[in-house]
């Protein structure tokens, strides 16, 4: 079964806007990945939050984590064209097994 | 340094026709993943290894065998492919141990589109 739900399914923003996508989850986390797929490609690793940080930042990108809500968000900031893409949240459990969200699909329009 | 890699890229399979995809990773990396991906869902686990000769089951492992004998192979058999099964499967490897300090990402492929008719 999924983990939980992406919101929003779809984002259509210009260039130059911000691109907030939210994600929620069901069980206690080791950490929760966020990825990152072009269409018809494989996943890309983004960044890593683990369940005893808050915030984390990796370039133009912004990841927090409420554990106390089971949700995430990531923020990327002043968004190109290039960042047209599905991002998937993912938890964490053993092994590193990773357990997705439907994702989010993002179209940047120049 | 290559990744991960996946064979085929696309197949086309009769109902009841068996195959086996590849995947290698050159990290040296200890876990490895079969995920498949359907229209409008995330990537569903399959099965999974911890270690060379270990296998598990992951959250969807009907119709489907997998076997790690080298550290850096990890294979998927469908033994009697049915139209349920046509999906797009990613490979992925994860887990290193680098100058003390663990790195869990993952690192996928490029996805094998298999279409069963």
């Known amino acids: 079964s999924q983990q939980g739900e992406e919101d929003p399914q779809a984002l259509s923003i210009q260039e130059g806007e911000n691109a907030t996508m939210n994600c929620s989850y069901k069980?206690?986390?080791?950490?929760l990945q966020w990825y990152r797929q072009n269409s018809g490609r494989g996943l890309v690793h983004l960044i890593l939050i683990r369940s005893n940080e808050r915030e984390k930042h990796s370039g133009r990108l912004r990841v927090t984590l409420d554990t106390s809500k089971k949700s995430s968000s990531l923020l990327i900031t002043a968004s190109r064209a290039a960042d047209t893409a599905s991002y998937f949240c993912a938890t964490s459990g053993g092994y590193n097994k990773l357990i997705f969200g439907a994702g989010t699909r993002l179209a940047v329009h120049p | 340094n290559a990744g991960v890699t996946q064979t085929p890229k696309f197949r086309v399979l009769k109902t009841g026709q068996s195959m086996t995809l590849l995947c290698a990773q050159d990290m040296n990396h200890e876990y490895m993943y079969w995920y498949r991906q359907d229209p409008g869902m995330g990537l569903r686990l399959i099965h999974y290894s911890v270690g060379e000769g270990t296998t598990a089951k992951g959250e969807v492992p009907d119709g489907y065998n997998v076997s790690r004998l080298k550290k850096q192979n990890f294979l998927l058999g469908l033994e009697s492919a049915a139209p349920s099964q046509t999906s797009v499967y990613f490979c992925a490897s994860s887990y290193s141990m680098v100058s003390g300090a663990r790195h869990t990402e993952a690192f996928f492929g490029q996805g094998t589109r298999l279409t069963v008719v």
């Open positions: 069980t206690s986390i080791n950490n």
